[in-house]
């Protein structure tokens, strides 16, 4: 199983949210390419990055920090998020040397967009899906839709992209341990990997995750405890690897 940091950005620096508030942040870093050599030091086969300006505003905001860390570091797989909503933006990504593109809001709002660039970009698109009591977030979790997450899923697994990224945005930020059992129980309705994001806190969190790997779990996104430190990354990177 893959354990993998994320990197939020904010104005060009690496922060977290409290539930996705961009008035609730802390900064971590005023040099997110550091940061990223602090988790690959530590092991990380994966980086997750979040541009969160962009997010906001619906087009790359912090594209030339995430340019920057493609050209550090070009043979470790890294997803990134926030603001992706046409061909342009993703292609101009993969040029950089991004492997993921993770569609979240557009996704809901505009489903055929991700059958076509699924066709288009075989192989690269993922899509979040950030839900709360089973219903799925738009807009940066600022309004929940109607649609139920695991039928979006199944819909999504048939356009044909690479995996579904699961946020609970009633963990995500608090501290408070991940959702296992809605993560699994998604993960056994689709046929594609799930990746966990939302609410990973300790090592209890990893093993809990990585004992319910064979529903499909892939990986694990953790952000506020590594930063924090409930989580030590080099630590829950080698657990995550013995499932």
């Known amino acids: 199983m893959l354990l993998i940091p994320a990197i939020d950005l904010k104005d060009g620096k690496c922060v977290r949210l409290r539930q996705g508030k961009m008035d609730l942040e802390t900064v971590f870093a005023d040099d997110p390419v550091s940061m990223a050599d602090r988790w ?10 979040v541009d969160l300006n962009g997010a906001i505003e619906g087009k790359p905001m912090n594209a030339d920090v995430i340019h920057r860390i493609c050209e550090k570091y070009p043979d470790l797989p890294i997803q990134v ?20 593109v993770i569609i979240g809001t557009k996704a809901v709002s505009a489903p055929h967009f991700v059958r076509d660039v699924c ?10 899906l950030d839900a709360k009591d089973g219903r799925v977030a738009i807009d940066g979790w600022s309004k929940l839709s109607k649609h139920d997450v695991i039928d979006l899923a199944q819909h999504f697994e048939e356009d044909g992209v690479e995996a579904i990224i ?8 608090m501290m408070n341990g991940v959702n296992v059992e809605a993560t699994a129980r998604l993960a056994a309705a689709i046929r594609i990997p799930v990746i966990a994001a939302g ?18 779990i892939l990986g694990a996104i953790t952000g506020r405890a590594i930063y924090e430190g409930t989580l030590d990354f ?3 990177q080698r657990l995550a690897e013995q499932y």
């Not at 690959?40 to 990055?49: F, N």
């Not at 066709?119 to 979040?128: C, D, Q």
Request: charged letters at 30%.
């Open 119 to 128: 066709l288009e970009f075989p192989g690269h698109i993922l899509v979040g």
């Open 166 to 173: 699961y946020t609970d945005i009633s963990r995500d930020g």
């Open 40 to 49: 690959v030091e530590e092991g990380a086969k994966r980086l997750h990055i």
């Open 81 to 100: 998020g926030g603001g992706i909503r046409d061909e342009d933006t993703i292609q101009a990504y993969l040029d950089a040397g991004v492997n993921y």
């Open 234 to 236: 080099a630590e829950g």
């Open 199 to 216: 609410g990973v806190t300790n090592l209890d969190d990893v093993r809990a995750l990585g004992e319910a790997r064979e529903d499909g």
